[in-house]
């Protein structure tokens, strides 16, 4: 007999809806344990939208066509030494910020996912939850393989998974998604599914991907290409996930606007670094930080708010402070990075003066009030042989584990204290937002292995600094860390191009 | 509920407790509108640390790159601990005088605005 051939829909519910059955010997609750212990009520699952339709043998055809497409474009980047074919060396150092600190991020979700694609008892969020896992180990490889091609020409890629687990500032990324991992399920779907990847991704893919673009990088534009419609999917789901949960029960909203609240603020830590990137570490600028935020958060992100103000949800909480940082953020952030350039496995620099002029001119109301002249010391300092480097430890947010460089809004040239005190003894915050987050559940991030603490409790290789630096973190010093100028890859770029170093040129003059 | 979690009654490991600092307490300190070094600093030293110590060796050693720090009239410094007014004793310790685990010490120099104004 003949198999008659399915249609799409017959097809798309026995591959997704159909792989689920009842359960006949077995308690529910004990099938999946953790869809109670957050207080998030589900009357129906039936009501769930699957948010696309999409089966997995689609998928696999699907994905293994943009693959082969992929390759191809590595392969002929490298045949045709593209590492040379970026605007300027300093560009890489994005990169490197990329491989380190946001790749192992898509490892991450690919091990959030596969553990909530097990623990909804609702098939549709399963399926869906199991193909994003895949998408996301996707990702990971992707990066990886389009980088390895840097990693043979420049320096601080070598060994990006080890650094991800130990370096001071890549805790920072690195707890924002052990934290999601470690809530239940329905809060890593808030947190990543709405409130990164559909109210946040855009502010940090688009500014890596056109920064790519702008700078010559083929090989990253086109592992974002070849991304993006993943994470179309991505954001529905996210979507989804919200409308869903506020349509179960009316006792979910107030859950739902504390995780929105949490999540959005602790993305938004997250994201200066991405701020730093575009404001300082793209030789071709695309946009200032502060038009970006403007575009994707205050503009997109202001129309999904009121839209959701019809369910009773709100503005994340603190997002008017959030709003009033993207004038100083990036400025501060990099402040930080060029303090502690000795201890950072990528390059730092001043920005030059046509670059001076260009922040100037985005940041009309801060930069040459509060930034260029601490700016313009440090380059003196330099051009006299004396590069500034903070001889210290700095001090860390117990939440988003940043060195405490945020100032108050009201007052932007006072650094922001916060403190708790728990069972009798104190915690330090950068914001309200983190302060917040940890006195709801003090328990969770009394944990938080703070990189400096850690130091100083002897955990990372003793109490010698450069020690730490170079064999606990594996920092090749020297090569990967200081100033770009007077680096390795800095040399190497110049050989390629016949191009001067700074002090060539000097000593000539002179 | 001190946390969402699915064990009853979880408590987390707390990794910074004093214990674990050999002797040490941390004390973190900022020096107010001068934003060149970014962030507070954070030390480990023993809480029989003297505040003298701590402002000849440590403080100084950890600011004195700052074209500001020579000319701090250390008189009129106005201390802080933990966001409250503070007098310190130079010749007692940081315990003796409050100065406890991960505790805050600001100064402020009136006068001295940082780099060409800019508070940095
Ligand atoms: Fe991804
Ligand atoms: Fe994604
Ligand atoms: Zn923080």
């Not at chain 1, 066509?65 to 045709?80: G, P, S, V, W």
């Not at chain 1, 502010?203 to 991304?227: E, H, I, K, Q, R």
């Not at chain 1, 060029?338 to 990528?346: I, P, R």
């Not at chain 2, 030390?43 to 600011?63: H, R, S, V, W």
Request: hydrophobic share 40%; glycine share 6%.
């Amino acid at each position: 007999m003949a198999a008659r051939k399915l249609n799409l829909k017959e097809r798309y519910s026995l591959l997704t809806r159909d792989l689920d059955w009842e359960y006949s010997y077995r308690d529910k609750k004990e099938i999946f344990p953790y869809e109670d212990f957050e207080g998030i009520k589900i009357t129906d699952w039936s009501k769930w939208e699957d948010p696309f339709r999409l089966t997995m043998d689609a998928y696999w055809k699907y994905q293994a066509e943009k693959e082969k497409k992929l390759y191809a474009i590595f392969d002929a980047f490298a045949q045709n030494n593209g590492q040379q074919n970026v605007t300027d060396a300093r560009y890489i150092n994005a990169i490197k910020v990329f491989l380190t600190g946001v790749s192992p991020l898509e490892y991450q979700a690919y091990s959030g996912y596969a553990h909530v694609g097990r623990q909804f008892s609702g098939v549709g969020a399963r399926t869906a939850c199991q193909m994003q896992s895949i998408d996301e180990l996707r990702h990971v490889q992707t990066q990886v393989h389009a980088m390895s091609h840097y990693n043979k020409f420049f320096d601080g890629f070598q060994d990006f998974s080890h650094m991800h687990d130990r370096v001071w500032y890549l805790s920072v990324p690195k707890s924002f998604f052990d934290d999601a991992r470690s809530a239940g399920p329905f809060e890593f779907m808030v947190a990543i599914s709405f409130s990164f990847e559909y109210v946040l991704t855009n502010l940090l893919f688009v500014p890596f991907m056109s920064g790519a673009a702008y700078n010559g990088d083929m090989a990253t534009v086109t592992f974002g290409f070849s991304a993006q419609s993943d994470e179309a999917r991505h954001m529905t789901l996210g979507l989804e996930v919200i409308k869903f949960l506020l349509e179960q029960h009316p006792d979910n909203v107030p859950i739902v606007q504390r995780w929105i609240d949490k999540w959005f603020w602790r993305g938004t830590r997250l994201l200066a670094i991405v701020a730093m990137m575009m404001d300082y570490m793209l030789p071709n600028r695309v946009m200032s930080w502060k038009e970006a935020w403007e575009v994707y958060f205050e503009e997109a992100g202001g129309a999904l708010f009121k839209d959701l103000a019809r369910y009773g949800i709100e503005m994340p909480k603190y997002a008017a402070t959030a709003i009033a940082e993207k004038d100083h953020i990036s400025h501060q952030t990099w402040s930080t990075f060029y303090n502690y350039g000795h201890a950072a496995a990528f390059h730092t620099w001043m920005p030059d003066e046509k670059e001076m002029d260009w922040l100037s001119e985005k940041y009309p109301d801060t930069f040459d009030k509060y930034y260029r002249p601490r700016f313009e010391h440090w380059r003196e300092k330099e051009q006299a042989g004396e590069r500034f480097y903070n001889p210290t430890l700095p001090m860390l947010c117990n939440t988003c584990q940043i060195p405490m460089g945020f100032t108050e809004m009201d007052d932007p040239s006072l650094i922001a204290y916060r403190q708790s005190v728990y069972q009798g003894e104190r915690y330090n915050f950068c914001s309200d937002g983190c302060k917040d987050i940890f006195d709801h559940e003090p328990e969770k991030y009394v944990q938080s292995w703070l990189p400096v603490h850690q130091i100083y409790q002897g955990n990372c290789g003793g109490a010698d600094i450069e020690k730490v630096l170079s064999e606990y973190y594996r920092i090749n010093m020297g090569k990967d860390n200081l100033d770009f100028h007077g680096s390795p890859d800095e040399a190497r770029w110049n050989a390629w191009h016949n191009l001067e170093s700074a002090e060539e040129r000097l000593k000539k003059a002179g | 509920m001190a946390v969402a979690a699915i064990t009853p009654d979880y408590t987390g490991e707390r990794l910074d407790r004093v214990e674990n600092f050999h002797g040490n307490i941390v004390v973190y300190v900022g020096w107010d509108r001068h934003l060149m070094f970014c962030s507070p600093i954070a030390f480990a030293t023993p809480p029989d640390t003297t505040f003298g110590k701590l402002q000849d060796e440590m403080i100084a050693g950890a600011y004195a790159q700052h074209p500001d720090f020579a000319k701090i009239d250390w008189e009129q410094v106005c201390w802080l601990l933990n966001g409250e007014p503070f007098t310190p004793d130079r010749e007692a310790t940081l315990a003796a005088q409050g100065v406890d685990h991960k505790s805050i010490i600001r100064m402020q120099t009136p006068g001295l605005e940082g780099i060409g104004g800019s508070h940095s």
